[in-house]
C-alpha cells in the first residue's frame, strides 16, 4: 500500500510547490480551495468570518511541511535512501523559511492569535529551538486562560491538537479540554441532546458530519495509552502509555489487533494505582508505568527485579519503563501522581 501511495504522494506534493512563491505557498483557486482551519468557533458558514488570508497560508504552509515529512519518512522506510535525504534537507529549509514569513518578533507568537497557529508551527518543528518553550507558553495560555479551557479549533486543527498535547505528554491540558460542558466542546453538543457529531460546534446545518470526530483516538491512546511500535508495525510491538489526569479514577480499554486483544485498564485508589495490562501471543510491549520510583512498582505482589517476563528498560521523566512479554500482567504503583 504505501509502495502504491508513494508517487501519488509526490505528485500532490509537487502541485503545492508549483504554488509556490519563494517557497511560500500562496493563496490559489477559488473560494473552497484554500481555506486552512474549517470550521473553528466563530469561523463558520454561518458567519462571514472566514480565516483571514495570512492565516490560512500559515496553516496550509505548515500542512505542507507536514506532507513533506510524511513523504520523507515513506522514503525512508521504503529504502529509498536518496529521496529520503532530499526530503529531509527541503524540510530543513522550508522550517526556516515559513518561521520567517509568518513569525511575529515584536508579539512573539505567529499570527493570529488563535491556538491552531501556534499548533502547527510547533507540531512541523517551525519553531526554533530557542523558541519553542516560549510558543509552547503562548498555546497553553490560549487554552486555559483566553478560551477558558476550551478549544478555539477548526476541523483539522482539533485532531492535531490532541495528537500534539498527546505525543508531548500534555494530557493535562487535554484533560481540560475534554471536561468543558459549555460552548464549544464535545461536552456542549452533549448538553444540547447531540448524539451524533456536528459540522460546526455551534450545531449550525449538518447535525451528523466527519468534523470533530478524533476524541476517541485519545481514550484508546492517550487515557488507556494502547499505541502501536513504530520499530515493529501491526502492533507486533506494543506502546502502553497511559494518561493519569484529573479527577479520572478508573479506565478500561482493549483492542483487537492482528495478533490478539490488547488491554489497558487501570485503577486508582488514593495513591496508590493498579494498571492490568495484556499484550497478546507472539507480541512484547514496553510499558510506561507514572512513577518516579522504581521501588514503588511491584508486578503481583513482587519487585520489578524478580517479576517473571518483565525487564526494566529505564527512566523516562516521571515514569518507569518497562519491556514484557505476551502474557497478562498487573501493576500496583504506591505514591503515584498525575502525568
Known amino acids: 500500500l504505501l509502495e502504491r501511495a508513494y508517487e501519488p504522494t509526490r505528485f500532490y506534493i509537487e502541485f503545492l510547490e508549483s504554488k509556490c512563491e519563494n517557497d ?200 488507556a495509552g494502547i499505541r502501536p511500535d513504530t520499530t515493529a508495525p501491526g502492533f507486533k510491538k506494543i506502546i502502553v502509555k497511559p494518561a493519569v489526569v484529573g479527577g479520572l479514577t478508573w479506565v478500561q480499554a482493549s483492542y483487537n489487533s492482528i495478533h490478539g486483544r490488547i488491554e489497558s485498564n487501570w485503577r486508582r485508589e488514593g495513591d496508590t494505582l493498579t494498571m492490568e495490562v495484556t499484550a497478546p501471543a507472539n507480541t512484547t510491549a514496553t510499558v510506561y508505568v507514572p512513577s518516579e520510583n522504581l521501588d514503588d512498582v511491584t508486578e503481583k505482589g513482587d519487585r520489578i527485579a524478580d517479576a517473571q517476563g518483565v525487564r526494566f528498560k529505564e527512566m523516562y521523566k516521571d515514569r518507569v519503563v518497562l519491556e514484557i512479554d505476551s502474557g497478562n500482567y498487573i501493576f500496583v504503583v504506591r505514591n503515584c501522581q498525575e502525568n
Not at 106 to 127: A, C, F, I, N, W
Not at 141 to 157: A, P, R, S
Request: with cysteine; charged share 20%.
Open 24 to 223: 511560500i505557498l500562496r493563496k490559489y483557486g477559488g473560494q473552497w480551495d484554500f481555506i486552512g482551519d474549517w470550521v473553528p468557533p466563530g469561523r463558520g458558514m454561518d458567519t462571514s468570518n472566514w480565516p483571514e488570508k495570512a492565516a490560512a497560508e500559515l496553516f496550509n504552509n505548515c500542512y505542507r511541511l507536514y506532507l513533506w515529512q510524511i513523504l520523507e519518512y515513506d522514503a525512508y522506510v521504503l529504502g529509498k535512501t536518496k529521496d529520503a535525504g532530499k526530503g529531509a534537507a527541503r524540510i530543513a529549509e522550508l522550517r526556516q523559511r515559513i518561521h520567517q514569513a509568518f513569525y511575529d518578533t515584536e508579539k512573539r507568537q505567529y499570527l493570529p492569535d488563535e491556538q491552531s497557529y501556534q499548533l502547527m508551527p510547533l507540531m512541523t518543528g517551525v519553531v526554533p529551538d530557542d523558541l519553542r518553550s516560549s510558543v509552547q507558553q503562548k498555546l497553553e495560555d490560549l487554552i486555559l486562560e483566553k478560551d477558558n479551557g476550551h478549544l478555539d479549533t477548526g476541523m483539522l486543527g482539533t485532531y492535531f491538537l490532541i495528537q500534539y498535547l498527546q505525543e508531548t505528554d500534555r494530557n493535562d491540558l487535554l484533560y481540560t479540554i475534554f471536561s468543558q460542558e459549555t460552548f464549544p466542546g464535545w461536552g456542549y453538543m452533549l448538553s444540547q441532546g447531540a448524539t451524533t457529531f456536528w459540522e460546526q460546534w455551534n450545531g449550525y446545518y449538518s447535525q451528523i458530519h466527519s468534523c470533530f470526530t478524533s476524541p476517541g483516538g485519545w481514550f484508546y491512546q492517550g487515557l
